[in-house]
Protein backbone atom coordinates (compact mmCIF):
# COMPACT_ATOMS: atom_id res chain seq x y z
CA UNK A 1 0.00 0.00 0.00
CA UNK A 2 2.69 2.25 0.92
CA UNK A 3 4.74 1.54 -2.76
CA UNK A 4 1.27 2.00 -4.50
CA UNK A 5 0.89 5.24 -2.60
CA UNK A 6 4.38 6.83 -3.22
CA UNK A 7 3.54 5.82 -6.69
CA UNK A 8 0.71 7.82 -7.08
CA UNK A 9 2.14 11.50 -5.49
CA UNK A 10 5.25 10.78 -7.50
CA UNK A 11 2.79 10.58 -10.81
CA UNK A 12 1.12 13.69 -9.76
CA UNK A 13 3.69 15.51 -8.95
CA UNK A 14 5.62 14.63 -12.24
CA UNK A 15 1.93 15.81 -13.96
CA UNK A 16 1.68 19.03 -12.22
CA UNK A 17 5.11 20.22 -13.83
CA UNK A 18 5.27 22.35 -16.94
CA UNK A 19 6.36 20.29 -20.08
CA UNK A 20 9.68 21.62 -21.38
CA UNK A 21 9.10 20.89 -25.00
CA UNK A 22 12.54 21.42 -27.86
CA UNK A 23 13.16 25.01 -28.97
CA UNK A 24 11.78 25.54 -32.16
CA UNK A 25 13.80 26.03 -35.39
CA UNK A 26 14.01 29.02 -36.93
CA UNK A 27 15.36 29.80 -40.30
CA UNK A 28 18.15 31.94 -41.05
CA UNK A 29 17.28 35.53 -42.75
CA UNK A 30 19.45 37.44 -45.10
CA UNK A 31 19.80 41.04 -43.10
CA UNK A 32 19.15 43.97 -44.69
CA UNK A 33 21.41 46.77 -45.90
CA UNK A 34 20.18 50.03 -45.52
CA UNK A 35 23.11 52.45 -47.14
CA UNK A 36 26.18 52.76 -47.53
CA UNK A 37 28.48 54.88 -44.98
CA UNK A 38 32.20 56.56 -45.34
CA UNK A 39 34.98 55.06 -43.77
CA UNK A 40 35.26 55.66 -40.13
CA UNK A 41 37.81 55.00 -37.50
CA UNK A 42 34.04 54.94 -34.85
CA UNK A 43 30.86 55.47 -34.03
CA UNK A 44 28.53 55.57 -31.27
CA UNK A 45 24.53 54.97 -31.87
CA UNK A 46 22.23 56.98 -30.05
CA UNK A 47 18.19 57.15 -30.31
CA UNK A 48 18.72 59.75 -32.43
CA UNK A 49 20.86 58.55 -35.10
CA UNK A 50 24.53 57.48 -35.83
CA UNK A 51 27.32 59.43 -35.23
CA UNK A 52 30.87 58.50 -37.11
CA UNK A 53 34.42 60.01 -37.00
CA UNK A 54 37.86 59.81 -38.47
CA UNK A 55 40.90 61.18 -38.42
CA UNK A 56 42.71 63.18 -40.98
CA UNK A 57 45.27 65.61 -41.45
CA UNK A 58 45.60 67.64 -37.76
CA UNK A 59 41.57 67.36 -37.77
CA UNK A 60 39.24 65.14 -36.79
CA UNK A 61 36.09 64.87 -38.65
CA UNK A 62 32.54 63.74 -36.98
CA UNK A 63 29.42 63.60 -39.06
CA UNK A 64 25.87 62.33 -38.46
CA UNK A 65 23.29 60.15 -40.13
CA UNK A 66 20.14 59.40 -39.68
CA UNK A 67 18.78 55.52 -39.75
CA UNK A 68 18.68 55.71 -43.15
CA UNK A 69 22.40 57.06 -43.98
CA UNK A 70 21.45 60.63 -44.51
CA UNK A 71 23.64 63.27 -43.56
CA UNK A 72 22.51 65.61 -40.61
CA UNK A 73 25.55 67.40 -40.19
CA UNK A 74 29.46 67.27 -40.03
CA UNK A 75 31.54 68.98 -37.47
CA UNK A 76 35.48 69.11 -38.24
CA UNK A 77 37.12 69.61 -34.69
CA UNK A 78 40.71 71.66 -35.19
CA UNK A 79 42.12 72.95 -31.67
CA UNK A 80 45.32 71.36 -31.51
CA UNK A 81 48.30 71.39 -33.61
CA UNK A 82 47.67 67.69 -33.63
CA UNK A 83 44.87 65.51 -32.66
CA UNK A 84 43.43 61.92 -32.79
CA UNK A 85 39.84 60.24 -31.62
CA UNK A 86 39.64 56.76 -30.78
CA UNK A 87 36.79 55.98 -29.21
CA UNK A 88 32.60 57.55 -28.98
CA UNK A 89 30.09 57.28 -26.68
CA UNK A 90 26.60 58.97 -25.80
CA UNK A 91 24.85 60.37 -22.83
CA UNK A 92 21.40 60.57 -22.13
CA UNK A 93 21.01 64.25 -23.40
CA UNK A 94 22.21 62.60 -27.38
CA UNK A 95 25.11 64.30 -26.93
CA UNK A 96 28.38 62.74 -27.93
CA UNK A 97 31.67 62.26 -26.11
CA UNK A 98 34.88 61.68 -28.41
CA UNK A 99 37.96 60.15 -26.54
CA UNK A 100 41.56 60.77 -28.38
CA UNK A 101 45.00 62.38 -27.94
CA UNK A 102 46.17 65.54 -28.58
CA UNK A 103 49.56 67.31 -28.38
CA UNK A 104 50.44 69.61 -25.49
CA UNK A 105 50.56 73.39 -26.39
CA UNK A 106 54.39 74.24 -27.05
CA UNK A 107 56.26 76.98 -25.90
CA UNK A 108 58.11 79.12 -28.52
CA UNK A 109 61.15 81.32 -27.82
CA UNK A 110 60.67 84.61 -28.30
CA UNK A 111 63.61 86.37 -27.70
CA UNK A 112 65.51 87.90 -31.03
CA UNK A 113 69.06 88.08 -31.70
CA UNK A 114 71.22 90.83 -30.65
CA UNK A 115 73.04 91.17 -34.13
CA UNK A 116 71.82 90.35 -37.84
CA UNK A 117 74.53 87.49 -39.24
CA UNK A 118 76.06 87.91 -42.29
CA UNK A 119 75.90 85.40 -44.78
CA UNK A 120 79.04 86.20 -47.10
CA UNK A 121 78.67 82.79 -49.27
CA UNK A 122 75.31 83.88 -50.11
CA UNK A 123 73.78 80.36 -48.87
CA UNK A 124 70.02 79.62 -48.90
CA UNK A 125 68.79 77.89 -45.84
CA UNK A 126 65.87 75.34 -46.88
CA UNK A 127 62.83 75.49 -44.76
CA UNK A 128 62.64 72.09 -42.56
CA UNK A 129 59.38 70.11 -42.18
CA UNK A 130 58.03 70.82 -38.98
CA UNK A 131 58.24 67.13 -37.02
CA UNK A 132 54.64 65.98 -35.76
CA UNK A 133 54.06 66.89 -31.74
CA UNK A 134 53.67 63.96 -29.65
CA UNK A 135 50.44 63.00 -28.93
CA UNK A 136 50.42 63.26 -24.88
CA UNK A 137 47.14 64.50 -23.62
CA UNK A 138 44.24 62.70 -22.91
CA UNK A 139 41.22 64.75 -24.23
CA UNK A 140 37.74 64.49 -24.64
CA UNK A 141 35.19 66.35 -26.78
CA UNK A 142 32.04 67.05 -25.94
CA UNK A 143 29.57 67.43 -29.15
CA UNK A 144 25.77 68.97 -29.31
CA UNK A 145 23.16 66.55 -30.37
CA UNK A 146 22.93 69.31 -33.13
CA UNK A 147 26.40 69.20 -34.35
CA UNK A 148 28.13 71.93 -31.80
CA UNK A 149 31.32 71.77 -30.24
CA UNK A 150 30.21 72.00 -26.45
CA UNK A 151 33.49 71.65 -24.57
CA UNK A 152 36.90 70.28 -24.64
CA UNK A 153 38.58 69.00 -21.73
CA UNK A 154 42.28 67.76 -21.38
CA UNK A 155 44.56 66.20 -18.40
CA UNK A 156 48.18 67.55 -18.25
CA UNK A 157 50.69 65.86 -20.76
CA UNK A 158 51.22 62.32 -19.64
CA UNK A 159 52.70 59.32 -21.73
CA UNK A 160 51.04 58.27 -24.85
CA UNK A 161 48.65 56.02 -25.05
CA UNK A 162 45.85 53.75 -27.34
CA UNK A 163 42.61 53.92 -26.13
CA UNK A 164 40.49 50.78 -26.38
CA UNK A 165 36.88 52.10 -24.66
CA UNK A 166 35.03 54.57 -23.28
CA UNK A 167 31.66 54.56 -21.29
CA UNK A 168 29.59 57.34 -19.88
CA UNK A 169 27.28 57.22 -16.98
CA UNK A 170 25.68 60.48 -14.89
CA UNK A 171 28.46 60.53 -12.53
CA UNK A 172 31.41 60.96 -15.21
CA UNK A 173 33.31 59.35 -18.30
CA UNK A 174 35.34 56.58 -17.49
CA UNK A 175 38.32 55.81 -20.56
CA UNK A 176 40.26 52.56 -20.47
CA UNK A 177 43.81 52.45 -22.71
CA UNK A 178 46.99 50.63 -22.92
CA UNK A 179 50.48 52.64 -22.97
CA UNK A 180 52.43 49.59 -23.42
CA UNK A 181 53.44 48.39 -19.97
CA UNK A 182 49.69 47.65 -19.85
CA UNK A 183 45.84 48.74 -18.74
CA UNK A 184 45.38 51.74 -17.52
CA UNK A 185 42.07 53.53 -16.43
CA UNK A 186 41.21 57.32 -16.53
CA UNK A 187 38.35 58.75 -14.64
CA UNK A 188 36.86 62.47 -15.84
CA UNK A 189 33.97 64.52 -14.27
CA UNK A 190 31.51 65.60 -16.78
CA UNK A 191 32.87 69.10 -16.42
CA UNK A 192 36.17 68.42 -17.36
CA UNK A 193 38.25 67.15 -14.29
CA UNK A 194 40.43 64.23 -14.84
CA UNK A 195 41.47 61.50 -12.44
CA UNK A 196 45.18 60.43 -11.58
CA UNK A 197 45.68 57.49 -14.00
CA UNK A 198 45.11 54.04 -12.57
CA UNK A 199 47.19 51.28 -13.51
CA UNK A 200 45.53 47.65 -14.06
CA UNK A 201 47.65 44.54 -14.51
CA UNK A 202 50.98 44.58 -16.55
CA UNK A 203 51.17 43.92 -20.61
CA UNK A 204 50.02 40.57 -20.00
CA UNK A 205 47.22 42.04 -19.52
CA UNK A 206 44.52 43.70 -21.64
CA UNK A 207 40.94 45.08 -22.04
CA UNK A 208 39.07 45.98 -24.31
CA UNK A 209 35.64 46.83 -22.97
CA UNK A 210 34.21 48.70 -20.00
CA UNK A 211 31.00 49.62 -18.80
CA UNK A 212 31.00 52.46 -15.97
CA UNK A 213 28.35 52.50 -12.82
CA UNK A 214 26.52 55.80 -11.55
CA UNK A 215 28.36 55.77 -8.50
CA UNK A 216 31.53 55.88 -10.72
CA UNK A 217 32.59 52.39 -10.31
CA UNK A 218 32.50 49.93 -13.19
CA UNK A 219 32.85 46.54 -15.03
CA UNK A 220 36.06 45.58 -17.19
CA UNK A 221 36.49 43.08 -19.77
CA UNK A 222 39.46 41.70 -21.65
CA UNK A 223 41.93 38.96 -21.14
CA UNK A 224 45.18 38.55 -18.94
CA UNK A 225 48.04 35.68 -18.45
CA UNK A 226 49.41 36.98 -15.29
CA UNK A 227 47.74 37.01 -11.58
CA UNK A 228 44.90 39.75 -10.89
CA UNK A 229 43.44 40.38 -7.96
CA UNK A 230 44.67 37.41 -6.36
CA UNK A 231 43.53 35.18 -8.80
CA UNK A 232 45.67 33.30 -10.62
CA UNK A 233 46.39 31.78 -14.21
CA UNK A 234 44.56 28.74 -15.49
CA UNK A 235 45.13 28.40 -19.53
CA UNK A 236 47.27 30.05 -21.44
CA UNK A 237 45.33 32.95 -21.79
CA UNK A 238 42.39 33.69 -19.71
CA UNK A 239 39.18 36.09 -20.35
CA UNK A 240 38.83 38.37 -17.75
CA UNK A 241 35.86 40.19 -15.51
CA UNK A 242 36.51 42.54 -13.23
CA UNK A 243 35.33 45.44 -11.24
CA UNK A 244 36.75 48.51 -10.08
CA UNK A 245 35.58 50.72 -7.59
CA UNK A 246 35.31 54.58 -8.00
CA UNK A 247 38.73 55.10 -7.25
CA UNK A 248 40.00 52.72 -9.63
CA UNK A 249 41.11 49.99 -7.30
CA UNK A 250 40.09 45.99 -8.30
CA UNK A 251 37.57 44.92 -6.40
CA UNK A 252 36.51 41.43 -7.91
CA UNK A 253 38.07 39.24 -10.64
CA UNK A 254 36.50 36.16 -12.36
CA UNK A 255 38.57 34.14 -15.10
CA UNK A 256 36.75 32.77 -17.47
CA UNK A 257 39.30 30.31 -18.37
CA UNK A 258 40.40 26.45 -19.28
CA UNK A 259 43.60 24.25 -19.12
CA UNK A 260 45.72 25.32 -22.28
CA UNK A 261 42.91 27.35 -23.46
CA UNK A 262 43.03 31.21 -24.85
CA UNK A 263 40.21 33.06 -23.98
CA UNK A 264 39.11 36.88 -24.13
CA UNK A 265 36.04 38.33 -23.82
CA UNK A 266 35.54 41.28 -26.80
CA UNK A 267 32.43 43.03 -26.12
CA UNK A 268 30.40 43.35 -22.95
CA UNK A 269 26.61 45.13 -22.41
CA UNK A 270 25.41 46.90 -19.15
CA UNK A 271 23.23 43.92 -18.58
CA UNK A 272 26.55 41.84 -17.93
CA UNK A 273 26.10 39.96 -21.38
CA UNK A 274 29.72 39.01 -22.77
CA UNK A 275 30.71 37.80 -26.36
CA UNK A 276 34.23 36.67 -26.39
CA UNK A 277 36.99 33.97 -28.14
CA UNK A 278 37.62 30.70 -26.94
CA UNK A 279 40.78 28.76 -28.53
CA UNK A 280 41.56 25.50 -27.13
CA UNK A 281 43.23 22.17 -28.76
CA UNK A 282 43.01 23.85 -31.86
CA UNK A 283 39.92 24.69 -31.69
CA UNK A 284 38.17 27.97 -32.20
CA UNK A 285 34.69 28.99 -30.62
CA UNK A 286 32.68 32.38 -29.80
CA UNK A 287 31.59 32.32 -26.63
CA UNK A 288 28.05 34.18 -25.19
CA UNK A 289 27.55 34.31 -22.12
CA UNK A 290 24.59 36.12 -19.92
CA UNK A 291 26.39 36.66 -16.17
CA UNK A 292 24.10 38.12 -13.13
CA UNK A 293 25.63 41.02 -11.26
CA UNK A 294 28.37 38.72 -9.29
CA UNK A 295 29.30 37.32 -12.40
CA UNK A 296 28.36 34.08 -12.26
CA UNK A 297 27.33 32.46 -15.49
CA UNK A 298 22.89 31.79 -16.05
CA UNK A 299 22.90 30.90 -19.13
CA UNK A 300 25.89 30.07 -21.86
CA UNK A 301 26.51 29.26 -25.31
CA UNK A 302 30.04 28.30 -27.64
CA UNK A 303 29.61 28.00 -31.43
CA UNK A 304 32.68 27.37 -34.33
CA UNK A 305 33.94 30.58 -35.57
CA UNK A 306 36.81 32.31 -36.72
CA UNK A 307 38.09 35.67 -37.90
CA UNK A 308 40.22 38.47 -36.47
CA UNK A 309 40.64 39.54 -33.12
CA UNK A 310 37.46 41.83 -31.89
CA UNK A 311 35.54 40.69 -34.78
CA UNK A 312 32.28 39.94 -32.25
CA UNK A 313 30.13 42.68 -31.13
CA UNK A 314 27.05 42.57 -28.07
CA UNK A 315 23.68 44.32 -27.92
CA UNK A 316 20.87 44.59 -25.53
CA UNK A 317 17.22 44.24 -27.21
CA UNK A 318 14.06 44.13 -26.17
CA UNK A 319 12.19 42.95 -23.54
CA UNK A 320 15.08 40.63 -21.69
CA UNK A 321 16.99 39.55 -25.14
CA UNK A 322 20.24 40.00 -26.49
CA UNK A 323 22.17 40.12 -29.94
CA UNK A 324 25.44 39.07 -30.68
CA UNK A 325 27.36 39.35 -33.97
CA UNK A 326 30.36 37.03 -34.68
CA UNK A 327 32.17 35.04 -37.46
CA UNK A 328 30.40 31.44 -37.96
CA UNK A 329 32.25 28.99 -39.35
CA UNK A 330 29.71 25.35 -39.03
CA UNK A 331 26.33 25.10 -39.11
CA UNK A 332 24.03 26.29 -35.90
CA UNK A 333 21.67 23.94 -33.54
CA UNK A 334 17.87 24.89 -34.43
CA UNK A 335 18.78 27.75 -37.19
CA UNK A 336 17.73 26.29 -40.58
CA UNK A 337 19.28 27.93 -43.45
CA UNK A 338 22.73 28.26 -42.43
CA UNK A 339 25.98 26.59 -43.63
CA UNK A 340 28.78 28.79 -44.07
CA UNK A 341 31.84 26.78 -46.51
CA UNK A 342 34.04 29.74 -44.81
CA UNK A 343 33.86 32.24 -41.46
CA UNK A 344 30.97 34.54 -42.22
CA UNK A 345 29.28 37.09 -40.44
CA UNK A 346 26.12 36.14 -38.70
CA UNK A 347 23.89 37.71 -36.02
CA UNK A 348 21.73 35.67 -33.64
CA UNK A 349 19.33 36.92 -30.97
CA UNK A 350 19.17 35.65 -27.66
CA UNK A 351 15.61 35.16 -25.32
CA UNK A 352 15.93 36.11 -21.95
CA UNK A 353 16.89 32.25 -21.09
CA UNK A 354 19.32 31.91 -23.94
CA UNK A 355 17.66 30.32 -27.07
CA UNK A 356 17.96 31.54 -30.29
CA UNK A 357 15.04 33.22 -31.74
CA UNK A 358 16.40 34.77 -34.57
CA UNK A 359 19.19 34.43 -36.92
CA UNK A 360 20.16 36.87 -39.43
CA UNK A 361 22.61 36.38 -42.63
CA UNK A 362 25.29 39.00 -42.49
CA UNK A 363 28.04 38.42 -45.43
CA UNK A 364 28.37 41.99 -46.07
CA UNK A 365 28.71 43.30 -42.64
CA UNK A 366 32.74 43.73 -43.45
CA UNK A 367 34.38 45.35 -39.98
CA UNK A 368 31.70 45.61 -37.81
CA UNK A 369 32.23 49.08 -36.19
CA UNK A 370 28.89 48.90 -33.67
CA UNK A 371 25.61 47.32 -33.15
CA UNK A 372 22.56 48.49 -30.95
CA UNK A 373 18.89 47.77 -30.76
CA UNK A 374 17.12 50.96 -31.22
CA UNK A 375 13.14 51.33 -30.01
CA UNK A 376 11.14 51.68 -32.98
CA UNK A 377 13.94 51.22 -35.14
CA UNK A 378 15.13 47.94 -34.90
CA UNK A 379 18.24 46.29 -34.69
CA UNK A 380 21.20 48.51 -36.34
CA UNK A 381 24.71 47.40 -37.57
CA UNK A 382 27.83 49.30 -38.13
CA UNK A 383 30.61 48.55 -40.49
CA UNK A 384 32.89 49.66 -42.97
CA UNK A 385 30.63 48.39 -45.61
CA UNK A 386 27.39 49.86 -44.80
CA UNK A 387 24.70 50.70 -42.57
CA UNK A 388 22.82 47.37 -41.70
CA UNK A 389 19.05 46.87 -40.05
CA UNK A 390 17.47 43.47 -38.57
Partial sequence: MKKFAVVVITALLLSSQPASAAPKSIAATEITQVAPIAEHEGVTLTNQGITIFSN?????????????GAEKWKLAIAGASDQIAMAATSDKEGNI???GLTSAVSVNETQNATSNPVNVDGVV??????????????????????????????????????????????????????RGAGTVLIDATLSGKFSTTKAIGTAKSSF????????????????????????K??????????????????????????????????????????????????KNESAFTKFNSSF???????????????????????NGTHYALFNSTSSIPGVTGWKPNTA??????FDSKG????????????????????????LIVISQSGIFKG
Fill in 125 to 178: VEQVPALRNELNCVTLWKISSAGALISTYSESATAPMLITAISYSNSGISIVGD
Fill in 97 to 99: WLA
Fill in 208 to 231: TSIVRNSDGSAQIYGASSETLGGK
Fill in 233 to 282: LVGVRDGILAKVNKSGALTSVVRSSANRATRSWQSGTSSYFLVGDVKVSG
Fill in 355 to 378: VITQALKSPQVKSATAMGYISGVG
Fill in 296 to 318: APTWTLRLPSQGPQGAQLAAIGA
Fill in 56 to 68: SEKKVLVTSLDFL
Fill in 344 to 349: TPIVIR
